[in-house]
């Protein structure tokens, strides 16, 4: 490296560390007393407007929460008239529809100026007709349409067995949460009138006989798709038909089997599922099965509703689920790569947490494999749905805490073994860390297999099941919210292919040598011609490249390997003037947009990740990244990040992380810190 170089990076590194030290003392400020951290999870207004929907179903609309709801909603209002997905985007139509309704049950007078922009924009955009099957379902609940133009649920579908080509066991994870209480509305299809003012008939842009069926976004096109269409629409004309003329044996079956089920997983969860959605309708699937309001299973959801709710002033927002697993494990990992003393304390009080939520039951993954019990969720609790994306952070962070080598002593910024001092709170203390270490080990042991249990056919891995890919159930009628089924994604394969790079291969070191080498070929396989690999969990082609470029080298992929090297180049390709990185969720629509947007602290921090384990920490390019976030940090070291670039479902609803404009900053210079001195650049 050149003098010059070389002393733009030593003045860049004294920048960086002042950097570091703000943001780790903002952190460690932040932890919870029980040694978590959960930053708000924010998604789109149709948290709320679902939320009011749903207060109105039971007669509530007029209550203080539901008029704070209707505050937010009204700030949350586009200049255009409408309610986006996400800053930036534009109106979207499920979204606007629904605030829309929630606006005129709460009282707004639909001839106020705001009122009259949005049903401008909603016409503009289809109006009512092309809404959702999930929307659909909303105002079938307040009679704004018949049950016949929402898509038939049956509760029999419960019944069917697992190997059935259509079964419950082959949707994704949250889909089955939400179809399961929808199954029962389905069967009793429950519905308030409403009087004419409260109505929206005024968005319909035809008879809603006429609608027709809806599509998941996104979906591919060809000979199969066709038939599939054809098929399922013709199926759920035969159940609507079978159903008008009472034809339904199973049907009293199929409604204890789905009761039954969705009752269990209440059990040590945050709700079914442990997300919003889920728990709403199973609100209306209890009260239609009868169960009086002050019954603890009612009263149960109401209180998980409860605790999404964000007050401010006089608005109330909602959140769609919490986050203290994933947060914690991320925060962890942003500390400890600090190499801060002053963390460990904070670091121990937080693995002990982790170490409190390992799923040690059986779940819905047990369908259909074949492991011991291990892993860990999102979520405060949800044991029946732990997820290899959280697990893979959790094991990360927890073997950060053990050392590589798992011998006492020998985490990161330890300097020396544990040593049994004379006091007894000293030994006490030795006694403990000895006692977590050996206990991380084991979760580390149960959670390394568990996840290559969880391994798909192809290499990769989904989120919550495993082989969760019957593409053709993406062409059911209620499958419009792009989320139906639970495949292999590049990103999660890259960040599980890290933990077990990391970790280590457990008990099994060929099983782990097989599971490793079959995911580097799932990965290379997956990448895009420009080099980039697609994010199905986060915003989106800069998600998934990081991540992936992470995984790669941690698993000893060379540095020149080609995939490596077109991977690292697509994101210096990306880099914007300012030099930082940011990518709008419109690229889930319009891939041409990739690694374009506004910069984010998040994004910036994910290019440097991927660009330093790719091997160019000490790259100019790399180093205004790392000036980018320096110079744009505030004075609490936090910066600011009204952009969302967490994904839900892609194309339908997308979230706004707020740590992650914080642990992200701070692990990308941390990490670019130890890279450029561990390279003796200054050489």
């Known amino acids: 490296m050149k003098a010059d170089e070389s002393t733009v990076v030593r003045e860049s590194l004294e920048f960086t560390s002042a950097a570091i030290d703000r943001t780790t003392e903002w952190l460690l400020a932040e932890q919870h007393a029980d040694g978590y951290w959960c930053g708000e999870l924010e998604g789109d207004t149709i948290l709320e407007s679902e939320y009011i929907l749903l207060l109105a179903w039971l007669g509530r609309e007029g209550s203080d929460i539901a008029r704070q709801a209707s505050n937010y909603l009204v700030e949350k209002q586009l200049a255009a008239g409408g309610w986006a997905m996400y800053p930036g985007g534009g109106p979207e139509i499920n979204g606007s529809v629904k605030a829309y309704f929630a606006l005129k049950l709460t009282g707004h007078n639909p001839q106020a100026e705001y009122m009259q922009r949005a049903r401008t924009v909603i016409r503009d955009h289809g109006g009512a007709d092309a809404v959702n099957s999930f929307t659909r379902f909303y105002l079938a609940l307040l009679s704004q349409i018949s049950y016949q133009q929402c898509p038939a649920v049956p509760p029999e579908l419960v019944l069917l067995p697992r190997w059935s080509p259509v079964s419950l066991y082959r949707m994704s994870a949250w889909s089955r949460t939400i179809v399961v209480p929808l199954s029962i509305m389905w069967a009793f299809r429950p519905a308030r009138e409403m009087a004419p003012d ?46 008008h003329w009472g034809v339904r044996p199973l049907r009293a079956r199929g409604v204890r089997a789905a009761h039954r089920w969705m009752i269990d997983r209440f ?92 799923v040690r039951e059986r779940g819905d993954w047990a369908e259909t494999v074949a492991a011991e019990p291990a892993g860990w969720f999102f979520e405060h609790h949800n044991k029946f749905y732990p997820d290899t994306d959280d697990t893979a952070m959790v094991l990360m962070a927890l073997d950060q805490q053990s050392g590589r080598d798992g011998e006492p002593g020998s985490a990161a910024g330890a300097d020396e073994p544990v040593v049994l001092a004379d006091a007894a709170t000293d030994l006490a203390a030795a006694r403990r860390r000895v006692d977590m270490i050996d206990r991380i080990a084991a979760a580390s042991r149960r ?105 790669l080298t941690i698993a000893g992929v060379p540095r020149d390997d080609p995939a490596i090297v077109r991977g690292a180049h697509w994101l210096l390709a990306c880099q914007q003037d300012c030099g930082g990185w940011g990518e709008t969720a419109d690229s889930y629509d319009d891939p041409s947009l990739r690694g374009q947007g506004t910069p984010t602290a998040s994004q910036t921090a994910w ?40 994904t839900g479902f892609p194309r339908v609803f997308y979230l706004r992380y707020h740590l992650y404009r914080i ?18 650049v200054f050489e």
């Open 198 to 243: 409260r109505g929206i008939r005024e968005l319909f842009i035809r008879n809603p006989e006429h609608w027709g069926t809806t599509r998941c976004p996104g979906l591919p096109q060809g000979p199969g798709s066709w038939a599939w269409d054809r098929f399922f629409r013709g199926a759920d004309a035969t159940l609507k038909f079978l159903d």
């Open 663 to 680: 642990y992200f900053p701070l692990l990308a210079l941390a990490a670019w810190r130890d890279a450029v001195v561990s390279e003796n």
């Open 447 to 551: 959670g390394t297999a568990w996840l290559i249990a969880m391994q798909n056919r192809d290499g990769g891995w989904g989120a919550f099941d495993r082989d969760n890919d019957a593409q053709f159930l993406c062409h059911v009628p209620f499958a419009d919210h792009n989320a139906m089924i639970d495949p292999s994604t590049p990103d999660l394969s890259g960040r599980v292919l890290e933990a077990l790079a990391q970790v280590g291969p457990g008990a099994d070191t060929e099983l782990w040598r097989k599971a490793v080498q079959r995911a580097i070929d799932y990965l290379r396989s997956t990448q895009e011609p420009d080099g980039a690999w697609f994010g199905r969990w986060g915003v989106n082609y800069v998600y998934g490249t990081w991540q992936v470029l992470v995984g």
């Open 267 to 358: 059990a040590d969860s945050d709700g079914l599922g442990a997300i919003f959605p889920p728990i709403v309708w199973c609100v209306v699937a209890l009260k239609c099965l009868g169960y009086d309001d002050e019954s603890d299973e009612v009263r149960y959801c109401h209180q998980q509703l409860e605790d999404l709710i964000i007050r401010e002033g006089d608005t109330v927002r909602l959140e769609p689920c919490k986050s203290p697993v994933w947060d914690t494990s991320i925060a962890m990992r942003s500390l400890e790569a600090t190499r801060n003393e002053a963390t460990r304390d904070g670091l121990m009080r937080a693995a002990q947490w982790l170490l409190s939520k390992e």
């Open 607 to 646: 290019a440097i990740l991927g660009l330093t384990a790719a091997g160019h920490a000490s790259d100019p390019a790399v180093l205004r990244g790392v000036e980018f976030l320096v110079r744009r940090q505030q004075d609490d070291g936090t910066w600011e990040e009204p952009e969302f670039t967490g």
